[in-house]
């Protein structure tokens, strides 16, 4: 499985982004799969994750109401729309397989890591 995820940038504080990740080789159609994060000088952490029809879905605390994830399995992507950013949301961001398929909060489950894209957030 090779993930790529895209759509990062530079953005105000308030603004919003959409990350994508578009997967290729086996299907992720069938997986459990979530985004998770680095912040510069930390280590990653877990943002939110999404079951594989996409009814159900976890959030970080510090996301909760500000982001959603969502999936297009048609389109073998998955998405998180990132609403009323501040500048605690800079890092680079990292979509990838919850092995667990529990809608793990934890990093230890999640394989396939793909390539992040960097989110800026400027005061």
């Known amino acids: 499985v090779q993930l790529q995820a895209s759509g990062g940038g530079l953005v105000q504080a308030g603004g919003s982004l959409n990350l994508s990740c578009e997967a290729s080789?086996?299907?992720?159609?069938?997986?459990?799969m979530g985004w998770l994060r680095q912040k510069p000088g930390q280590d990653r952490e877990f943002v939110a994750v999404i079951s594989r029809g996409g009814s159900l879905r976890d959030y970080a605390d510090a996301v909760k109401g500000r982001f959603t994830i969502s999936r297009d399995n048609a389109k073998q992507t998955l998405y998180l729309q990132m609403d009323s950013l501040n500048p605690e949301d800079t890092g680079v961001y990292y979509c990838?397989?919850?092995?667990?398929?529990?809608?793990?909060?934890?990093?230890?489950?999640?394989?396939?890591w793909g390539q992040g894209t960097l989110v800026t957030v400027s005061s």
């Open positions: 990838a397989k919850d092995r667990s398929a529990t809608l793990s909060r934890e990093l230890r489950w999640y394989d396939y």
């Open positions: 080789g086996r299907a992720v159609s069938s997986a459990v």
